[in-house]
């Protein structure tokens, strides 16, 4: 009799459990949203991400959590990785009802976006790339022309019979009422699905959503990996984490610094409308002398000012030079020793270096933005190089000795 109880008790508590799975991926009648992460690698990405978050907010429609879309030297597609091979899902629901786009895919999308109703958006015509598919009758989004756009659709065997053209709405919901304008337009009965072409955001992440980091939370495995680096590599004590942008690409992108007043993810040190000061080369690509001089400098800061919690370590991720000979030399005498991957992983670098007790990075770079944004999250403090200015910090030093 006993046994017969607990046998039927074990099938209620599976029932339950399977009914409330269902229950999770019912159809959501206010609609869905959902976009390719089409433009640059994961701070760019990261960054849309946010806006898109608060934007399927803003007009309560479920977001389809797209996969992050990476780029491997020697491959002419882009590789789709899912959203939660890097990130929980289960805390962004807090903020707002997400889906990934694989459960959409398999389990919602015959029945609420039939392939006969599948239209991509996109705010005006896109050319294509291949100049017979440019129809002057019919003007078209070409969401699947070139990489990323097609092999990201290609993964979820996405293919669009129509396009619309949503001009002039756009994505800014904190400063305008444009939410109510997008529902009425687009209302979820008619447009079960709103898929753009590219992230429904801007970039620079808008300075309102740059908060909605806190819901990104490492998955398991790089919370995992993160742990047993510190735990294992690093000696015991504070660490300083630093993030050194130096490749070709990024030798590159500073030649603009002299004809902008901004630079990719500049906004996080200078301010939005440049009320911390203009943007300056030495932000962007600080010498190596300037880098040992303000780590010297930060480690002295913390001795003095947290003598019960020095800097004992300093972790180096970086995408092509991490100058661990001329740390180790310039730091070896101060008792300090200096580390890097083993390996190249940039998540796991990011995972790192939000953990760390301090933290210098690019204020230029959208990576090192992602970094800053999570430690603001905790209350972590960061620096960036060459901010402030070396002599308008020795100016203010001086005023405040006087
Ligand atoms: O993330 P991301 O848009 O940041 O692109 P930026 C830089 C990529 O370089 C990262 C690699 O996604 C990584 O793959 N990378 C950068 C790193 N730093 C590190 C690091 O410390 N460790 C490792 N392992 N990898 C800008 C873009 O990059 O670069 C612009 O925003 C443009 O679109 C420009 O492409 C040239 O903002 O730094």
């Known amino acids: 009799m006993q046994w017969l109880k607990l046998k039927l008790q074990f099938i209620f508590i599976i029932c339950i459990l399977i009914s409330s799975a269902w229950g999770q ?31 399927a907010k803003a007009l309560n429609r479920t977001l389809i959590l797209p996969p992050w879309v990476e780029y491997r030297k020697g491959e002419l597609r882009s590789r789709q990785v899912p959203f939660n091979t890097y990130f929980e899902v289960e805390p962004l629901q807090e903020y ?22 599948r239209v991509s958006f996109c705010y005006m015509e896109r050319k294509s790339l291949q100049v017979e598919k440019n129809d002057p009758e019919k ?27 949503y001009g002039p709405l756009h994505f800014d919901v904190h400063h305008s009422a444009i939410a109510a304008k997008w529902q009425a337009k687009y209302p979820p009965e008619t447009w079960p699905v709103l898929a753009f072409t590219g ?27 993160a742990r047993e680096f510190i735990r294992e590599q690093l000696p015991r004590g504070a660490f300083l984490g630093i993030h050194l942008r130096n490749g070709i690409d990024w030798v590159r992108a500073c ?16 301010g939005y409308k440049n009320e911390r000061g203009p943007l300056y080369p030495e932000l962007c690509m600080p ?29 180096v991720a970086s995408d092509s030079n991490h100058m661990i000979g001329e740390l180790s030399t310039a730091l070896t005498r101060m008792g300090i020793s200096v580390h890097k991957l083993p390996e190249d992983d940039p998540y796991l670098d990011l995972a790192i270096l939000g953990q760390s007790n301090h933290f210098i990075g690019n204020c230029i770079s959208s990576y090192s933005a992602f970094v800053k944004r999570e430690r603001d999250s905790h209350g972590f403090p960061s620096y960036f190089w060459g901010f402030p200015k070396e002599k308008e910090r020795q100016q203010a030093k001086a005023h405040e000795e006087l």
Request: charged letters at 20%.
């Open 139 to 165: 003007p078209n989004c070409h969401a699947k022309d070139g990489n990323p756009f097609g092999p990201f659709w290609d993964t979820f065997h996405i293919d669009f019979v129509r396009s619309e053209f």
């Open 199 to 225: 992230a429904p955001a801007s970039f620079p992440v808008q300075l309102e959503n740059c908060q909605l980091q806190q819901y990104m939370h490492w998955s398991q495995r790089y919370r995992d990996g």
């Open 96 to 117: 707002h009802r997400v889906i990934t786009m694989a459960d959409f895919m398999w389990h919602l999308a015959d029945d609420v976006w039939p392939e006969s109703e």
């Open 255 to 270: 030649e603009h610094v002299k004809d902008s007043q901004h630079l990719f993810a500049s906004p996080q040190c200078l």
């Open 25 to 55: 991926l019912g159809r959501d009648p206010n609609g869905y949203l959902t976009y390719c992460p089409c433009m640059g690698r994961f701070g760019n990405q990261a960054d849309h991400f946010l806006g898109s978050l608060a934007f």
């Open 287 to 315: 010498s190596k002398e300037a880098i040992v001089r303000q780590i010297k400098r930060t480690i002295k800061n913390v001795r003095q000012t947290q003598p019960n919690n020095e800097i004992k370590s300093v972790f």
